[in-house]
């Protein structure tokens, strides 16, 4: 069953983190500026946290809406096992439940049990 976009809300508004998983290319987090702008307006007390390419992350930081951008190399002759690790241990580490969301976006809801992260990275 699909859920509503007032359940979504209702469900989601006390989060304390947001994270958006933006793994496409440059372009991509250029067109993601508005809808993080869009998160900061409607989760104004939650921290929003970008997952991304390291030139995503050098974008993103001219944002103010963005608490903080997290790099993951994409290319796999330039990534390690432990970086990606480091990066997925640093991300949930915050989170009481953590939740997917379209695949892209993910709330941190602060009244529920440890559930971990749903999916992992390629």
């Not at 998983?21 to 921290?47: K, M």
């Not at 790099?71 to 991300?91: C, G």
């Amino acid at each position: 069953m699909p859920l509503k976009l007032a359940e979504f809300y209702n469900t989601t508004r006390a989060a304390r983190k947001v994270i958006v998983v933006d793994l496409g290319f440059l372009g991509d987090t250029i067109h993601l500026a508005p809808a993080l702008w869009e998160l900061r307006r409607h989760y104004s007390e939650a921290e929003l946290h970008v997952l991304t390419t390291p030139v995503g992350v050098e974008v993103l930081q001219l944002l103010p809406c963005v608490t903080r951008a997290w790099a993951i190399e994409m290319q796999p002759a330039k990534r390690t096992l432990r970086q990606q690790w480091e990066v997925l241990r640093a991300l949930r580490s915050g989170y009481q439940r953590t939740r997917c969301y379209g695949h892209r976006v993910s709330f941190g809801l602060p009244h529920r049990p440890t559930a971990g992260l749903r999916r992992s990275l390629p």
